[in-house]
């Protein structure tokens, strides 16, 4: 269920897919606009033989930091200061959603040492 809330978006390897790669956003963006900006910085197609791509989209909710607006986000950012209050519900959410993206690469046979979560 919370994967199909995070709407990923998939490059799938040009080999044998043998490792994943989940790639979030940075707030505000988007699976699909991560998946631009990487395709654009790497001069092509950033895809890799043997690696799947997986960008999700994080949900879209009110986010503090651009006064309340809703936006794409993984969590709500009360302030950047790291001795600020955190958005714990929030977080614990996304990290249930992403861990089932994980779950799903392993249900696919990739191990879970083979798979990597990166971030902008």
């Given amino acids: 269920m919370a994967v199909a ?12 897919h043998t490792a994943s790669l989940i790639f979030l956003h940075g707030s505000g963006d988007t699976g699909c606009g991560i998946k ?28 503090t930091r651009m006064g309340g607006f809703p936006t794409n ?7 950047i200061d790291p001795s600020c209050d955190e958005d714990e519900d929030g977080i614990f959410d996304m990290c249930n959603a992403i861990k089932e993206l994980v779950d799903n690469e392993v249900k696919k046979g990739i191990a879970t040492q083979r798979i990597m979560i990166g971030t902008t």
Avoid: C, M
């Fill in 73 to 79: 986000v993984w969590f709500d950012r009360l302030e």
């Fill in 36 to 63: 631009d900006w990487l395709n654009s910085a790497s001069l092509g197609q950033f895809s890799f033989p043997h690696i799947r791509i997986i960008y999700p989209t994080a949900p879209v909710r009110p986010y």
């Fill in 5 to 16: 809330r995070l709407r990923p978006i998939l490059t799938p390897a040009t080999g044998k």
